[in-house]
């Protein structure tokens, strides 16, 4: 069974940056995402990563926040900056793939993140 842990959400002031974590445990081949979703608002993508390093952002993104994977440690990263209120959300983690011959896709709890002065 394969699980999703996000962590490194927080309260940070526009122009901050954090760097969210989603750690996986058990195997999965195949694409990792960050989405997020603000209250009333539906999720969305915010970055994609495919398991041969493609990356694509939101066009609201682009430019400042980074998503990347340490194979070693079986975690995604997304590193955001220049952070703006609008990028207030829960962001959620998500693998598509597949795991011991099943198609699967999970997504984690979701982090808080909370940009505000």
């Known amino acids: 069974q394969v699980r999703l842990v996000e962590s490194g959400g927080g309260l940070v002031q526009p122009g901050g940056s954090l760097r969210l974590s989603c750690a996986a445990s058990g195997s999965i081949i195949g694409s990792m995402a960050w989405y997020r979703q603000a209250p009333g608002k539906e999720r969305e993508l915010v970055a994609g990563?495919?398991?041969?390093?493609?990356?694509n952002y939101a066009d609201s993104v682009k430019g400042r926040f980074t998503i990347s994977r340490d194979n070693a440690k079986n975690t995604l990263y997304l590193q955001m900056n220049s952070l703006k209120p609008e990028d207030t959300a829960v962001y959620y983690c998500n693998a598509r793939g597949w795991s011991f011959g099943r198609f699967l896709e999970v997504w984690g709890q979701g982090t808080l993140v909370t940009v505000s002065s």
């Open positions: 990563l495919t398991s041969g390093g493609d990356t």
